[in-house]
């Protein structure tokens, strides 16, 4: 009884993602000098489906904070992984993202 109770819990849990969806994360970016390189990054996530809004873009600190929409079902691995991609379009470096705790 045991075992069955086991292998049905991790059947149940087996189709819940691993990874929490994030709301709300600050981005680290190398390679903004200026405010005209802020706003070329702004453009360019501007674009993305799941943004919600930039809440603020930091180019002194290399820090973007932005919340993502209620319907976002990426994962971080997913979401770090098109974050990457875009910024490094933009022509910038991207170090990482840090999920904001919603209170």
């Known amino acids: 009884m045991k075992k069955l109770y086991v ?7 087996s189709n819940f993602p691993l990874h ?8 680290r ?7 005209l390189c ?8 501007k674009k993305l489906t799941f943004l919600k809004k930039i809440e603020k ?3 002194k600190d290399g820090i973007v ?10 994962t971080r691995d997913e979401l770090s992984k098109q974050m990457r991609t ?14 904001i705790e919603e209170k």
């Open 57 to 59: 873009i930091n180019v």
């Open 86 to 99: 875009l910024v490094q379009k933009a022509g910038f470096t991207f170090v990482d993202i840090t999920e």
């Open 38 to 45: 802020a706003q070329g990054l702004k453009s360019k996530l």
């Open 7 to 13: 292998l049905f819990s991790l059947l149940l849990l």
């Open 20 to 27: 929490g969806v994030i709301r709300k994360m600050t981005m």
């Open 29 to 35: 970016v190398d390679g903004m000098t200026c405010s």
């Open 65 to 74: 904070t932005i919340t993502l929409k209620k319907k976002n079902e990426l």
